[in-house]
């Protein structure tokens, strides 16, 4: 079969191969029914760039990164399903990095990094979305990028976030109309800007309700599902443990069914977990959980938006995505 070329596409849609050059490219200022006509001919052709081809002749790499520090699979595995989608519509390439932001030498890994990925962009993902040395790496190259969910709002740098507040608010007005009066809350690590503020609406949800700090049962995780079997264990053996449990993320809340299992505790007959993200893990325990759904594969696909328009424009976007409550057997009244 003949490979199908630029030249072919600019044939079927009626239009100058530079034409078809600057929407594959996606320059600024394209109009909108000369991107239809060449997206409908790329479709009809099944036309795919030819990336080094690309690179060479527009002095660009055509590949964007994503930055990761993050022990939740189902979390990672949204965003990067969301990234590639939005980088497959756009012409780019995905180029995944992983780094620990914990390590002494975290700014030598990022320069050298950088220095070999040839990249035009980059969005990063909490913790790193928040580590100085990361982003000293990238202000040093000059490199364009997003923030996703980050903890502190710089209004010059390019960011995605939930609203993560209202969202808890929701989730402590399932628990309450159920009637559960006794909670227990499992934080995420101090890193996550995600752990700050869902505890934060969570402890101010049940103080809008009369209920004072100390009388949450607390434990720390790590958005692993192992930290949530021992911080389950920890609060369903308090003196007087609670009816319901918040986790500050799907991984953690699963951890707390194996904890539950261990101590003969049923849910939700005896025990309400209520989780955060709606990822796939939130449909594999069983019951399955009750959660929020934050729309992470959306958050990821905006912030490679974000990232492009502002290699085009040089302006600094902004997008905050409301949550929704999705209600599953995990939750249920407590035994009187």
């Not at 809350?185 to 402890?203: C, K, M, Y």
């Amino acid at each position: 079969m003949k490979k199908v070329t630029i030249m072919d596409v600019a044939r079927q849609a009626g239009v100058s191969m530079k034409s078809v050059s600057r929407v594959i490219n996606n320059e600024a200022s394209v109009r909108p029914d000369l991107k239809a006509k060449v997206d409908k001919a790329v479709a009809e052709l099944g036309y795919r760039p030819n990336f080094a081809a690309r690179a060479l002749a527009a002095g660009r790499s055509f590949f964007l990164g994503i930055l990761f520090d993050n022990p939740s699979p189902g979390y990672t595995l949204q965003i990067l399903n969301g990234a590639y989608a939005a980088c497959r519509a756009a012409g780019f390439q995905l180029v995944i990095e992983s780094v620990d932001t914990s390590a002494s030498d975290i700014r030598e890994t990022m320069d050298g990094l950088l220095a070999s990925a040839r990249l035009d962009g980059m969005v990063v993902t909490p913790p790193a979305c928040d580590n100085a040395a990361v982003i000293a790496a990238l202000d040093a190259r000059k490199l364009p990028y997003v923030l996703l969910a980050p903890i502190r709002d710089n209004p010059e740098v390019a960011s995605v976030r939930s609203n993560d507040a209202a969202a808890v608010h929701d989730l402590v007005r399932h628990l309450w109309g159920l009637g559960h009066r006794r909670f227990g809350l499992i934080d995420g690590p101090a890193t996550h800007g995600a752990s700050q503020w869902r505890r934060e609406a969570f402890v101010a949800a049940l103080e809008e309700r009369g209920h004072a700090p100390s009388d949450i049962v607390t434990a720390t995780g790590e958005f692993t599902f192992s930290s949530g079997i021992g911080a389950g264990l920890q609060i369903m053996r308090a003196p007087q443990p609670p009816t319901a449990i918040f986790a500050e993320n799907d991984d953690m809340a699963a951890g707390v069914f194996a904890a539950a299992a261990q101590l003969g505790v049923k849910i939700p007959d005896d025990l309400s977990v209520v989780g955060f993200d709606d990822s796939w893990i939130a449909r594999s325990v069983w019951p399955e959980l009750t959660t929020m759904r934050q729309p992470i594969f959306e958050m990821a696909e905006e912030a490679v938006r974000l990232l492009l328009d502002f290699r085009k424009t040089s302006e600094v976007g902004k997008k905050t995505f409301d949550c929704t409550l999705v209600t599953r057997g995990s939750t249920a009244p407590p035994r009187r």
